[in-house]
């Protein structure tokens, strides 16, 4: 299991808090951790010119890259200088080790593609050749897809009937020299499929969830070694999922244009030794019947009969007699696209932490900690006996489950409920395997006095993505934090980033804005946010509109106050867009997610822009969950309209639109004027009402007049001192806050502000509610596993430890260390995994001197900006070729080349 998973699920290793870290370079450098399009050797994919990265360590300090030899072929053994056969740039010079554009012979769909790379450093010495990787090309022509969709009722005009789970499957023979077998598949909503008997794969909810009138997403495998010469068989099984949604909620999926039963598309391809290739195709000649799993509901649950099992209805020789035809079907408008992204999966197991029982027939688990997923359990009882599941994170005084805030907006079924039926034959096991929940509490209602319960606990379920970084410091209570958040974040992406695992698990944008910084810091989420941003461009109306939650039934277009409801949640929310794209070219350095969604950009700004009067909004979501210093939509909106106007300039100007980055320049500065003619008293030197939000916002996105900063930024000082030093803002100027706080170095202020255990704020909801997770509400009274509030996490990261991105060069091949000490904290250790390697960076303080320890990757560099007084002596204990550049405004500044540094400060002032 990966280091972050034992971090998450476990407890923090001792081997982050180690005193000296980071690679010295002692050995020969090596090429490593290559990837293609952000993956490492990946299936399916269907970019035609993928980019491909690399990773470089080594021996000594200031190791760069200065050329680089990339060989392809599609055969290993021709993977050398003499026979590449797909593509040998020969020796390119050049410091680039990201990003880089396949250029060589057209790529075919199904073939796989063997890759290595070998480098020049900065004293012209050639590494050897990395290891080998790989990429997979999917389907990537709508020919190449032989496969039919197909169903078990035709498609129908008006609402599906809601039936029992259908199963599907296929017999086939294979010759007896099979070299490779690959399949491609989607089932709608979500599908389990087997080889033999066997699962295929480890992916659960599959696929992820899309507007499946637009696009579609299919998974590819390699079951090579799941098949055999002679008789196979292949059975795939689907759910409703969101294709199906058939509860009535408040967010009209049951009314989805999309709507129809379940269905299916696959081809397994078989290549042989004699060079042939085999398609086995879902059509017609496919049988189906209902099973055990009778009714599944994304919102409502499972009931799975085990009574009605099909017995080994996936192997070859299974009598199906009795089974039916399967019906060819128009399935659903979507194109079909590879699913390429991190895929969901079972991450962890969590027993729980303390039980008790009400009455003689329910018995109530507490796992102690919130998480998404569902239960696993053992059983034993007699045939027909019934053990029911329900699934909370609050219970009432009584002990009993509380799921009265989670059936908000669900009208009609159970809310979070799933039953199992028992056959009656000896211990069974089960789990759900269609739905997912968010909960911390599992009441068990047994049917029978005879049925024991033997075993139960929670497994957990999300996107599987990797870690990118960890974070731990001296103080209990921001370690808890983060760990709050991580759980949130994960616990909030199926597929696409969600509002909350239980009550909606809707793809809410503003949630997904606020947190797009600290996600990238702790998780490799490019791909996983890349499919997102697809599914913004499949939701986009041809005048530039969007939703308020993406994918959408058609709900979510307007907001529901103001006289402009029909223009929407407003930037603030739906600007997720532009933001999330903005963010992963800051992380990445890859100007390509720029130019491929430009268009559409420009078309949502240009869209702001004939709504707009004066250049200001007057529509939109205002500060959700915010406290007593209301700042309601215009006022957001106006702001961020002049953000993302200008960030749209700079994207022209990165992309090369000269004309464009003027004009958007211009419209920027239009706006920056009407808004603060129209906002800022001059007077009285304040925005609005002078609340946290309104103050925080107009300096975190540059609105404020050059002469006006400060005291502007005063104003947002007295404005937080006149709360008692807490927050009083929603998510919005909640995120304001932190990052203004951080620009303008008010580091105290900031310690203080998310140290707080009283009402509101971060430490309130650990010590007085128990959390487990991040909250909706700053008193905790709705949903208790929100996101949105995770903006806390751009503090430790980009203050605490001081990781920053040099905006002039994005993607940390140049970037700032700058830690904060003016707070009550002893030390900090962090790490970032950036596309260059891990940044790292730990200080402590101790009684006569303070230690600073940072990692700079290979081919980067980095300015260190140590927080000591002019006067402080500092010396380098480990560390060569770092020039000190200079003192400026509390801070030594040194320039610092790759390798491992400690340096060491006398006490004093800092």
């Not at 990692?855 to 980095?862: F, L, R, V, Y």
Request: proline letters at 5%; a negative charge; glycine letters at 10%.
């Amino acid at each position: 299991m990966r280091l972050f998973k034992r971090v998450l699920y476990l407890v923090i290793t001792v081997t982050w808090i180690l005193p000296s870290k980071g690679c010295n370079y002692e050995d020969p450098f090596v090429v490593e951790n290559l990837t293609t399009e952000y993956l490492s050797n990946p299936l399916g994919l269907d970019v035609r010119s993928p980019k491909l990265s690399w990773k470089i360590s080594g021996k000594g300090y200031g190791l760069r890259q200065t050329a680089y030899q990339i060989l392809v072929a599609a055969d290993p053994e021709n993977l050398t200088l003499s026979s590449a056969g797909c593509w040998n740039t020969g020796k390119v010079r050049s410091n680039q080790s990201v990003h880089i554009p396949y250029e060589g012979e057209p790529l075919e769909s199904g073939e796989k593609y063997y890759w290595k790379v070998r480098i020049w450093d900065h004293n012209n010495q050639v590494s050897e050749f990395s290891e080998v990787n790989w990429w997979q090309m999917g389907l990537v022509d709508d020919g190449d897809w032989k496969g039919e969709w197909i169903s078990a009722v035709e498609n129908y005009d008006s609402v599906p009937p809601l039936l029992p789970a259908p199963y599907f499957r296929k017999e086939f023979i294979l010759p007896d020299t099979i070299v490779s077998a690959h399949l491609y598949i989607s089932g709608l909503g979500y599908y389990e499929a087997f080889l033999n008997g066997e699962k295929i794969g480890n992916h659960i909810l599959d696929p992820v969830k899309t507007r499946y009138d637009k696009r579609v997403k299919y998974s590819t495998y390699d079951v090579t070694d799941q098949i055999s010469a002679g008789y196979n068989a292949i059975g795939v099984v689907l759910g409703n999922g969101w294709y199906n949604q058939h509860t009535r909620e408040a967010w009209d999926f049951d009314q989805a244009p999309w709507r129809d039963s379940p269905s299916l598309i696959c081809q397994l391809e078989v290549k042989t030794g004699n060079g042939n290739k085999i398609i086995i195709k879902s059509d017609n000649s496919w049988n189906f019947s209902t099973g055990p799993l009778v009714f599944d509901g994304i919102h409502n649950g499972e009931t799975y009969d085990a009574r009605l099992e099909l017995g080994e209805w996936s192997k070859p020789d299974y009598n199906d007699r009795e089974w039916k035809p399967a019906v060819t079907v128009a399935g659903p408008r979507g194109k079909l696209s590879s699913q390429i992204m991190p895929p969901i999966r079972i991450i962890n197991s969590i027993k729980p932490e303390d039980k008790w029982d009400i009455g003689d027939s329910v018995k109530m688990f507490d796992l102690g900690q919130n998480i998404t997923g569902w239960a696993f359990i053992k059983v034993r009882g007699p045939e027909g006996s019934q053990v029911t599941l329900r699934y909370g994170e609050r219970i009432y005084e009584d002990g009993t489950l509380d799921q009265e805030e989670l059936s908000r907006f669900i009208w009609t079924g159970d809310t979070q409920t799933s039953r199992y039926i028992l056959k009656g034959d000896g211990i069974e096991e089960w789990h759900q395997i269609f739905v997912y929940h968010g909960f911390k509490y599992i009441e068990v209602h047994l049917s029978d006095p005879e049925l024991e319960l033997i075993e139960i606990e929670g497994h957990v379920v999300h996107t599987d993505l990797d870690e990118n970084g960890y974070f731990e410091c001296s103080h209990e209570l921001f370690n808890q934090i983060h760990q709050n958040l991580l759980w949130s974040y994960l616990g909030n992406y199926h597929g696409y980033p969600t509002d909350c695992p239980h009550r909606e698990k809707m793809g809410w944008t503003g949630d997904a804005l606020l947190v797009a910084e600290t996600g990238l810091f702790n998780f490799d989420a490019v791909r996983a946010y890349l499919k997102w941003i697809d599914d913004f461009t499949d939701e986009q109306r041809p005048n530039g509109q969007l939703p308020g939650i993406v994918p959408t039934s058609g709900w979510g277009y307007t907001y529901g106050r103001g006289e402009n409801r029909e223009r929407g949640y407003g930037p603030q929310w739906e600007g997720a867009f532009m933001e999330i794209p903005w963010q992963m070219y800051r992380y990445t350095g890859d100007t390509s997610i720029i130019e491929k969604y430009y268009p559409r950009f420009k078309k949502y700004v240009n869209y702001l822009t004939v709504h707009s009067e004066n250049h200001l909004l007057d529509f939109g979501i205002d500060d959700h969950k915010q406290l007593e210093n209301l700042t309601h939509g215009d006022y957001l909106s106006s702001a961020f309209y002049f953000r993302f106007a200008g960030m749209l300039a700079d994207m022209a100007h990165i992309t090369d639109r000269f004309d464009d980055h003027r004009k958007y320049s211009e419209l920027a500065s239009e706006i920056k004027k009407s808004f603060n003619e129209k906002y800022y008293d001059r007077e009285k030197r304040i925005y609005l009402h002078g609340g946290q939000t309104p103050m925080a916002l107009a300096l975190y996105f540059g609105l404020t007049e050059d002469m006006e900063e400060y005291m502007v930024l005063e104003g947002l000082l007295k404005a937080i001192e006149l709360k008692q030093g807490h927050i009083d803002a929603g998510v919005v100027g909640t995120k304001a806050v932190i990052n203004s706080l951080l620009m303008y170095e008010e580091y105290r202020t900031l310690f203080e502000l998310a140290d707080k255990r009283s009402f509101p704020g971060w430490g309130y909801w650990i010590e007085e509610l128990g959390a487990t997770t991040l909250f909706q509400n700053w008193d905790g009274s709705q949903s208790r596993n929100h996101i949105m509030f995770g903006s806390i996490g751009d503090y430790f990261y980009k203050g605490l430890a001081g990781i920053n991105i040099d905006e002039s060069n994005p993607g940390f091949g140049h970037f700032i260390i700058k830690p904060s000490l003016d707070n009550d904290i002893t030390w900090v250790n962090a790490g970032h995994n950036s596309p260059y390697g891990k940044i790292e960076s730990y200080w402590e303080k101790k009684e006569e001197e303070i230690i600073f320890e940072f990692t700079i990757p290979a081919n980067s560099s980095a300015e260190l900006q140590i927080p000591v007084a002019e006067s402080t002596k500092i010396r380098i204990e480990r560390g060569k070729n770092i020039e000190y550049t200079g003192y400026k405004a509390g801070f030594h500044i040194y320039k610092a080349p790759p390798g491992s540094y400690r340096m060491i400060a006398d006490s004093g002032d800092t």
